[in-house]
């Protein structure tokens, strides 16, 4: 199946600080992207989707300036949590969709990213 | 709007049989899938139905009622390795909603 990486797969940081969270597909291109955040014992909520080459569209709720998404190239999307508070601390999981459908039905998840703001 | 619902905790014993089950209410549709999520791991991909039906992968099998949006998870003889969280997500268009999930405990 097609593999997904992330990168930090842990970060602590202080209040204030900014995170960048970066999420590859190692074997395939994508050029839609997902970012999840998902808190303990909680389901994952969708945050934003990952255009290649456009902006991201955001959930409703989800602030744009807060969480800064760039997806540069058709492997490579970046999410960056800006001035982290402690109630932004979460697992942050980003995916995408199988190659060639991307409108079907299985997802390729990234091993997540556990965000701790101090 | 779309919402899922999925009980909150299934326990079972080494070997049985369990049916997770999930109701949705969506503005629209395009299928049904199951996901695993070992604790502080990411979700993995377990089946997808699309048209009314069982699917069968193995151990785990899946079923579709469009008519009452209604589908299930079925796993076959349970393994210790089996208890996790499992969701049901609704793929709408390219996005995907997942429910609440299922914390499945098997016991020995």
């Known amino acids: 199946g097609a593999v997904v990486s992330q990168h930090p797969s842990r970060v602590i940081c202080k209040s204030g600080t900014s995170v960048k969270i970066e999420c590859r597909s190692l074997?395939?291109?994508?050029?839609?992207m997902f970012w999840y955040r998902q808190f303990p014992k909680q389901s994952l909520m969708l945050m934003a989707t990952?255009?290649?080459?456009?902006?991201?569209?955001?959930e409703q709720g989800v602030e744009k300036d807060k969480f800064l998404i760039n997806h540069a190239s058709l492997t490579l999307s970046t999410l960056t949590v800006t001035s982290a508070h402690p109630e932004d601390s979460s697992f942050y999981i980003c995916?995408?969709?199988?190659?060639?459908?991307?409108?079907?039905?299985?997802?390729?998840f990234g091993p997540g990213t556990r965000l701790t703001v101090l | 709007g779309q919402s899922l619902e999925q009980p909150s905790e299934v326990t079972a014993v080494e070997g049985a049989i369990v049916q997770i089950n999930c109701t949705y209410q969506?503005?629209?549709?395009?299928?049904l899938s199951w996901y695993q999520q070992h604790d502080g791991g990411a979700p993995t991909f377990l089946s997808y139905?699309?048209?009314?039906g069982l699917e069968e992968t193995g151990r785990f099998s899946s079923f579709l009622s469009r008519s009452d949006s209604y589908g299930y998870l079925l796993l076959q003889e349970l393994q210790m390795k089996d208890s996790a969280s499992y969701f049901c997500?609704?793929?709408?268009?390219?996005?995907?909603?997942f429910g609440p999930g299922t914390r499945l405990s098997v016991l020995p």
């Open positions: 995916s995408a969709p199988q190659p060639g459908q991307e409108g079907g039905n299985e997802q390729f």
């Open positions: 074997d395939f291109q994508a050029t839609t």
């Open positions: 990952s255009n290649e080459g456009s902006k991201a569209t955001y």
């Open positions: 969506t503005s629209g549709f395009y299928g």
């Open positions: 139905n699309a048209l009314d």
């Open positions: 997500a609704v793929a709408h268009g390219q996005n995907f909603v």
